[in-house]
Nanobody, 122 residues
Framework: QLQASGGGLVQAGGSLRLSCATP????????VGWFRQAPGKEREFVAA????????SYAESVKGRFAISRDNAKNMVFLQMNTLQPEDTAVYYC?????????????????WGQGTEVTVSS
């Protein structure tokens, strides 16, 4: 089962680094994505990285502030979040995709982990 960690409370302008530990059998050759869900809102795409790490995509709202990376040797994926804003407050989920490249649709991900909560105070 995927396990996301690293969330917490941070002031606006601060940084957090989220980690996602994945079982090898669900990780090999697959893209990994990060999604988030704020209270009362639908789950939305944040970032995705292909199996080889050569194709990366971000939601417009986080582009330039967040960076996704992966360590295939350790079956880990990371989300470095800088210049956090109150609107980034949400529960963040990592998910393993059905394909080697990532997409923005949650329907293309079939393994989900427990989320980690991020709260950004103003």
């Amino acid at each position: 089962q995927l396990q996301a960690s690293g969330g917490g409370l941070v002031q606006a302008g601060g940084s957090l680094r989220l980690s996602c530990a994945t079982p090898k059998r669900t990780f090999s050759n697959n893209a990994v994505g990060w999604f988030r869900q704020a209270p009362g809102k639908e789950r939305e795409f944040v970032a995705a990285i292909s199996w080889r790490g050569d194709v990366i995509s971000y939601a417009e709202s986080v582009k330039g502030r967040f960076a996704i990376s992966r360590d295939n040797a350790k079956n880990m994926v990371f989300l470095q979040m800088n210049t956090l804003q109150p609107e980034d407050t949400a529960v963040y989920y990592c998910a393993v995709g059905k394909k080697s490249y990532g997409t923005t649709s949650y329907k293309d991900y079939n393994y989900w982990g427990q989320g980690t909560e991020v709260t950004v105070s103003s």
